[in-house]
């Protein structure tokens, strides 16, 4: 009786912080959700916990399959790393959200095995009407924390099934996995230790990829680490002790720049001997007190210096041909046909209505490709002024203009080698620029604006328009020997109004989407409103929809946007299209319409960020093209 009190007791506390916390009983998914980066980065900074964890997880799975459970580990915030179970009921929690990246605390979902176990730190057994939300009585979750070896919780192990199964051995068997996985997180920490300690110096050089060594005030090498010598193409033995001149150029010069206190970084240069490439070098000097004894020289390959810009500026492609929604034959057959050439390297020409998804197609098809791993480099021709579109394209070298960085700057083709480049809005490619892009896509090499050597370059071009270029071509706005050159592969995403059939299902699916982005309910949208939506015409296509949609979700399934009238139903749900916005700073209110506010506030989002359009995007999340199109349309000057 007195542990039955006492479990009693845990679950009125958990039910009474549920409460404190807000959490709507009446809720389905998690009120926090990570995704992309995020989880990849929780998983990386979980990843001793989730090494240890895995080979419990599917020992303790084996004894369970097929009996209607799954097994999930959660971090210490109670943010799930793995999942693994029965299928069935896999796609019950998925259909809940209950997914890696989903936040199982009480904060974020209510009482619960694993935001319990946390809260407690114990181990807890929680099943049906003892979850704090409604969705949840179906399930009996038991959970015990996991912790290291100063004590502290560093994850749950969760065992979860039908309410039906519940058994009290259940919590038992979690409970002896989680001290399994708690020995295996000493023993590793142990090992770590003893290796750190051995090998400390020796890895901290050589797991370096870029080449070190160190010169001493004689001007000879004393420390060399294995890339350096690999690059070299040389034994250790053969180059310690040797002289550094034949290696690194202006030796004098750099030890003279150093001497003066002047710094020497990250400049573009050739090594001696029969070292090729470029490489950009960086000295530090190394001191005794106020004397210089030596200098560490750290040299990069500027390929790999690009490979670095293109991963960490976010030169990938995200979506692919599973994240394209529709069911329509015209979709259907645009995805099938994308897919077969996808692995091609010819040159493809999407054309389409503004709004249809080039880009997600374009992504797509890269990701498909052989070329997956390597850089997508979006480029929106329409975007970048006349000026500066060819040093944009093909890059510069240095001195090539005032205010050009001195050591130059590799263009988008460059960034691109490997990978794809897709030139958005190619119909809006000046003609002088059109000329030079022929050349390269011909001889697949690139000169930088003010150099003379020529790169080789080994790109896919996936170019994209919503103008007809045919027709461009004869007004001679376009030229025809380009016209030809792109549009070897033609691929025509269809638009909104040629697949009204799909409208249901991405109803549905930005319903979904904008109600999780905008932590609110699923509204319910009326028949009226879902039958103007199909007779609209959508000439914004899947944008417009989108955009449509999340407005709906803020107006609790009505809109304040007015589609067509002569496609409107008399009885659709409207509220007021002007919206109240804060006036300066006196607080005053005024109404504007939608369009002046997006405007004003990209502007303010422009100054915050002081034109990165890269980081206005991630601010008002939408993709960089669709900034520009805003841009443009509404004459913002950046």
């Not at 991405?506 to 199909?534: F, T």
């Given at each position: ?179 399994s996985i708690e020995n295996k997180l000493r023993i590793n920490s142990t090992e770590i230790k003893m290796i750190e300690a ?441």
């Amino acid at each position: 009786m007195k542990e039955e009190s006492l479990y009693k007791n845990i679950i009125e506390r958990s039910h009474k912080r549920s409460e404190e916390y807000g959490v709507e009983k009446d809720r389905i998914i998690s009120k926090k959700i990570i995704k992309g980066i995020e989880i990849q980065e929780n998983i990386e900074k979980n990843k001793l916990l989730i090494n240890a964890a895995i080979e419990d997880m599917n020992t303790l799975y084996s004894f369970l399959k097929d009996t209607g459970f799954v097994i999930i580990l959660t971090d210490k915030d109670g943010c799930i790393l793995s999942v693994i179970g029965d299928k069935d009921i896999l796609n019950e929690g998925q259909n809940m959200d209950m997914i890696v990246g989903a936040y199982m605390n009480e904060e974020s979902i209510g009482s619960n095995a694993m935001g319990t176990a946390i809260k407690e730190n114990i181990p807890v057994q929680i099943t049906a009407k003892e979850h704090f939300i409604t969705a949840y009585h179906k399930w009996t979750c038991s959970a015990a924390p996991i912790h290291n070896e100063k004590g502290k919780i560093i994850g749950t192990l969760n065992l979860t099934g039908e309410s039906k199964n519940v058994h009290p051995h259940s919590l038992g068997l979690v409970v002896a996995a989680v001290k399994s996985i708690e020995n295996k997180l000493r023993i590793n920490s142990t090992e770590i230790k003893m290796i750190e300690a051995y090998e400390y110096i020796n890895a901290v050089i050589d797991s370096v990829k870029d080449g070190i060594y160190v010169v001493g005030r004689d001007g000879r090498v004393k420390t060399i680490n294995k890339a350096a010598l690999a690059l070299f193409g040389v034994r250790e033995d053969f180059i310690l002790n040797k002289r550094v001149d034949d290696i690194l150029p202006n030796w004098e010069v750099i030890m003279k720049t150093l001497e003066k206190g002047n710094v020497y970084e990250d400049e573009e240069a050739n090594l001696k001997g029969n070292i090729k490439g470029t490489f950009h070098l960086s000295v530090t000097p190394i001191f005794d007190g106020k004397v210089m004894i030596g200098i560490v020289v750290t040299f990069k390959e500027l390929e790999n210096i690009l490979t670095l810009v293109k991963h960490y500026s976010g030169y990938s492609a995200r979506y692919t041909f599973d994240d394209i929604v529709g069911e329509s034959k015209a979709i259907k057959e645009v995805i099938e046909f994308s897919k077969a050439i996808s692995k091609s390297p010819s040159t493809v020409l999407i054309n389409g209505e503004s709004g249809t998804g080039k880009e997600l197609m374009a992504q797509s098809i890269h990701n498909e490709s052989d070329r997956a791993h390597n850089s997508f480099i979006a480029v929106n021709c329409g975007a970048i002024p006349n000026n500066l579109i060819e040093s944009e394209l093909f890059g510069y070298a240095e001195g090539a203009f005032t205010g050009a960085k001195k050591s130059g700057c590799p263009g988008k083709f460059e960034l691109a080698n490997k990978g794809t480049l897709f030139l958005d809005e190619i119909g809006e490619m000046p003609l002088h620029m059109q000329v030079k892009l022929l050349r390269v896509l011909q001889e697949n090499v690139v000169t930088r604006v003010g150099a003379s050597e020529a790169i080789d370059i080994d790109v896919r071009i996936i170019a994209a328009t919503n103008k007809n270029l045919k027709e461009e071509v004869k007004k001679g706005s376009f030229r025809e020997d380009l016209f030809y050159r792109l549009n070897v592969i033609p691929i025509i995403v269809p638009s909104l109004r040629e697949r009204k059939e799909d409208i249901p299902i991405l109803l549905r699916y930005y319903l979904r989407n904008k109600a999780i982005k905008l932590n609110k309910h699923i509204p319910k949208v009326s028949e009226s409103l879902k039958k103007s939506m199909i007779d609209y015409d959508w000439p914004g296509n899947i944008r417009e929809l989108e955009n449509f949609i999340e407005n709906v979700v803020n107006f609790q399934g009505k809109t304040s946007y007015k589609l067509d009238k002569e496609n409107r139903n008399e009885n659709e749900e409207i509220v007021d299209s002007h919206i109240v916005c804060e006036k300066n700073n006196n607080k005053s209110l005024d109404f504007v319409s939608l369009e002046v506010l997006e405007t004003e506030y990209i502007k303010k989002c422009l100054i915050e960020y002081k034109g990165n359009i890269s980081k206005v995007s991630k601010k008002l999340e939408i993709s960089r093209n669709t900034l520009y199109t805003k841009i443009k349309k509404y004459n913002i000057d950046i």
